[in-house]
């Protein structure tokens, strides 16, 4: 990059959007007009990319959720000029840091699913496949994430509220989408997404709402303002949050019309695009590759189905179609939590996509008579059954892939959860284990740790090839290499240190173990557990004068939906720990919990690169697979976790003796649940009965009372929707304590601890991204990489 011209270019945009000089603007109004000259740049590279691809299969990856994290180092490392332009601005007397901090962190994504389609969108640009993200330009996000009095409360998330420079509007090309009661535009936002070294640019394209007429003159002039604006404001809902409360049923419809209406646009947007050389559909299929995450986009099956009714294709051709377009991957492992919406609502809100499932459910129906099934088996694969769509049969039926995401997550589907339709259709069913991309975990996140790979590998080939990371581990039983690592470790300890008590205001002890757990809030992840356990080991420091530990840091990260009241109470549980512990001098600062405030992307890059010990103690068959366990490990922290998710992976590859696993497995689950009796267990266990008993006994205020209440009887009473203590907390708890227990042993010889933390490095190589995508690019979209090199040699 010409720094003249980018000068020239700050200058210009600072004078035509803020009417001052570039070194008087604020940091914020800096980071925007940097970016936008930024983009000068990228926006010839990005169309010749497009171009290469032009007439190529290419792949498109529809998602409710992307969670992308700041764009500016990730587009200046991955285009080759990070270091010139932080020279470059230091010249100018300005902190490249400040710029990088004022950019908003969109949370358009609420954890593993968004962040995973980020990670396959890099990859992707990386290895020269041609990917399109499609999803909603939630104007709010999820929501901004605060804390009262150790309560979530929940704010609208303004990510916007300063613009976004790296999106382009193509007015151009919005595309109307027909609801019942209701029609609004899609209107298009593209966003560059840059692999690294430059050479493809792909594009996430996410679809804003907004009236047909966004504008009642008549009403207004009548004095009637609401109405004169309300079909702006009714349109501008459908994308103005992520997951929006959906408890009464005009929640449901907005989530419905979420659905339909990004599905709908980026199929429009499709067909659109493939007419301009096409005639009639019969290439469709073998031009476009569409992968549903999860079942937000289900209905896209039927959707284009209905698009292609309307181009003169048959009802079976077009479904032969949508067939060989579609794949589908499954994110959730048990059946009773796979979604599902009610016939009454798609018959109110999209009347002819359900006429189109109806039809689909009845040629499966004669599919399996035809097969030889009998009546009550078929009820079993009904996509319609009892007042309700299964949109998990729909996504399975209507795909040709369906493919889970860990290796144990596979198994189980094959197994038990989906065993049927596996039976029916054993050929669609496949594996590809979740992976991260490593320019922004580690070479972006961890730089000082990227340079020490780079210079013991002699190359720095591992960016775009983790399995070289394997070749480090020659030196892992090198005593000054570990040494070397450990450095680096505490450097990113002081720099979180540091960050969190400017953030949280809390004081913490970098030679602590920082014992971190950062995920979406959720019962089966366990954060409970982890709490119990805290509060075991204070009261252990309490009681006995005499017990040695480690000093732990707990660091949490987690938001809790906002309709989700106990997620919720948890977090005001281990908020509440954490006033009493941190604020105990008698323990000597043995302990100190934190739980970090809108816990997202930008802060998880501070969190993964500090860690000693990662928490991955989910129950036992419940997380399909994880991704922060992967980043954790990447960056140099051993599990303590479960036989749950890519765990089991994890442990294959660095050694169950480099990890600390412990817990119920998903067999023995299977044979516990008939007899299992936590209250029972309890009684056998004083210390952790005292830990549970603190819920209702006085312990904590008693305005926690009702909440802690209703978390102590899931405990030992359930509810009307399942057992007491669903999750074997309490059967899984000494197992913990006793892992942690080896944690802490382990750490007193920091030397052999950090050598756990350097192997899972060196034997993190399986878990990129990379290697994800290249697995789903040829065994399931079958899509070409097309580089400089080899587009003229495909030509031909």
């Given at each position: 990059m010409n720094k003249e011209m980018m000068t020239l270019r700050m200058n210009?945009?600072?004078?035509?959007?803020?009417?001052?000089?570039?070194?008087?603007?604020?940091?914020?109004?800096?980071?925007t007009v940097f970016a936008k000259a930024l983009m000068e740049d990228i926006l010839p590279k990005w169309?010749?990319?497009?171009?290469?691809?032009?007439?190529k299969k290419k792949a498109y990856y529809l998602s409710a959720e992307f969670l992308m994290g700041r764009a500016l180092s990730n587009n200046l490392i991955n285009l080759g000029n990070l270091k010139e332009m932080k020279e470059m601005l230091s010249s100018m007397g300005i902190d490249y840091n400040a710029i990088e901090e004022a950019e908003s962190d969109a949370g358009l994504g609420n954890g593993g699913l968004g962040r995973l389609a980020a990670c396959f969108l890099d990859s992707a640009a990386t290895l020269n496949y041609s990917l399109t993200g499609y999803?909603?330009?939630?104007?709010?996000?999820?929501?901004?994430?605060?804390?009262?009095?150790?309560?979530?409360?929940?704010?609208?998330?303004n990510w916007l509220e300063h613009g976004d420079s790296w999106s382009i509007r193509r007015q151009d090309e919005?595309?109307?989408?027909?609801?019942?009661d209701q029609s609004v535009y899609a209107v298009p936002y593209d966003t560059p997404i840059i692999g690294f070294g430059g050479e493809t640019i792909n594009t996430l394209r996410l679809w804003q709402s907004e009236a047909i007429n966004d504008f009642n003159f008549s009403a207004f002039n009548d004095q009637k303002y609401d109405r004169s604006v309300k079909e702006k404001n009714d349109a501008s809902n459908i994308s103005k949050v992520l997951y929006p409360n959906d408890s009464l049923e005009k929640g449901k419809i907005l989530r419905l019309k979420q659905q339909y209406f990004f599905v709908s646009a980026s199929l429009q947007d499709m067909v659109r695009e493939y007419k301009k050389t096409h005639k009639d559909f019969k290439m469709f299929s073998k031009l476009h590759a569409v992968q549903l995450n999860d079942t937000h986009p289900a209905v896209a099956i039927?959707?284009?189905?209905?698009l292609l009714d309307k181009e003169g294709v048959s009802f079976k051709k077009a479904l032969q179609i949508a067939i060989d377009t579609f794949a589908?991957?499954?994110?959730?492992?048990?059946?009773?939590?796979?979604?599902q919406w009610s016939v009454k609502l798609y018959k109110k809100i999209l009347p002819d996509v359900y006429?189109?499932?109806?039809?689909?459910?009845?040629?499966?129906?004669?599919?399996?008579?035809?097969?030889?099934?009998?009546?009550?088996?078929i009820s079993e694969f009904e996509i319609i059954h009892e007042g309700n769509i299964k949109m998990a049969w729909l996504s399975i039926y209507g795909t040709h892939s369906t493919n889970g995401v860990a290796r144990l997550h596979t198994d189980i589907l094959k197994d038990t959860e989906l065993s049927d339709w596996y039976q029916l259709f054993p050929e669609r069913f496949n594996n590809k284990t979740n992976g991260i991309t490593q320019r922004r975990w580690l070479l972006e996140s961890n730089p000082k740790l990227s340079a020490f790979i780079t210079e013991l590998l002699g190359s720095d080939s591992w960016i775009t090839n983790l399995n070289d990371l394997s070749k480090l581990k020659k030196y892992a039983q090198d005593d000054e290499i570990i040494r070397r690592f450990m450095d680096i470790k505490m450097e990113k300890k002081l720099e979180l240190k540091a960050y969190i008590k400017n953030k949280e205001g809390i004081e913490i002890d970098e030679h602590s173990i920082f014992d971190i757990q950062i995920k979406r809030l959720h019962e089966y992840k366990r954060q409970l557990l982890n709490a119990f356990h805290i509060l075991y080991l204070y009261n252990r420091l309490k009681e006995d004068k005499d017990f040695q530990m480690e000093p732990r840091t707990f660091i949490?990260?987690?938001?809790?939906?906002p309709g989700y009241v106990r997620a919720k109470g948890i977090i005001k549980f281990i908020n509440e720990i954490g006033n009493m512990v941190n604020n105990d001098e008698s323990i000597n600062g043995k302990i100190k919990v934190v739980f970090v405030e809108n816990y997202g992307v930008s802060y998880a890059q501070k969190l993964f690169p500090a860690a000693d010990i990662s928490e991955q103690i989910s129950t036992a068959g419940k997380e399909a697979s994880g991704t922060g366990n992967m980043k954790f490990m990447l960056n140099g922290a051993p599990t303590i976790g479960t036989f749950d998710g890519a765990n089991v992976e994890i442990v294959e590859e660095a050694g169950l003796e480099n990890n600390y696993i412990f817990g119920l497995t998903v067999e023995e689950i299977e044979e516990l649940k008939a007899d299992y009796n936590p209250k029972k267990e309890l009684e056998s266990n004083p210390r952790l009965k005292k830990v549970v008993d603190s819920l209702i006994d006085g312990t904590f205020d008693i305005d926690t009372r009702e909440m802690f209440t209703e978390l102590h009887d899931s405990i030992l009473k359930g509810a009307s929707w399942h057992a007491p203590d669903n999750y074997f907390i309490i059967r899984d708890f000494d197992g913990y304590r006793e892992a942690q227990e080896r944690v802490s042993d382990d750490f007193s010889n920091q030397l052999e601890f950090y050598r756990k933390g350097f192997i899972n490095m060196a034997s993190s190589g399986k878990f990129s991204s990379d290697r994800t995508i290249v697995e789903y690019a040829t065994e399931i979209w079958d899509i070409p990489s097309i580089t400089e090199g080899n587009e003229k040699e495909m030509a031909v």
């Open positions: 210009g945009y600072a004078m035509t959007t803020y009417g001052r000089n570039f070194t008087s603007l604020n940091e914020k109004e800096k980071y169309q010749t990319s497009e171009e290469k691809f032009e007439g999803g909603i330009r939630y104007n709010y996000g999820i929501f901004e994430q605060k804390f009262a009095n150790g309560y979530q409360v929940e704010v609208g998330d919005k595309v109307k989408v027909d609801f019942k039927p959707e284009l189905i209905r589908y991957t499954n994110h959730t492992i048990l059946k009773e939590a796979l979604e006429k189109i499932i109806v039809k689909i459910d009845n040629l499966l129906r004669k599919e399996l008579v035809a097969k030889g099934l009998p009546t009550d088996e949490f990260g987690a938001k809790a939906a």
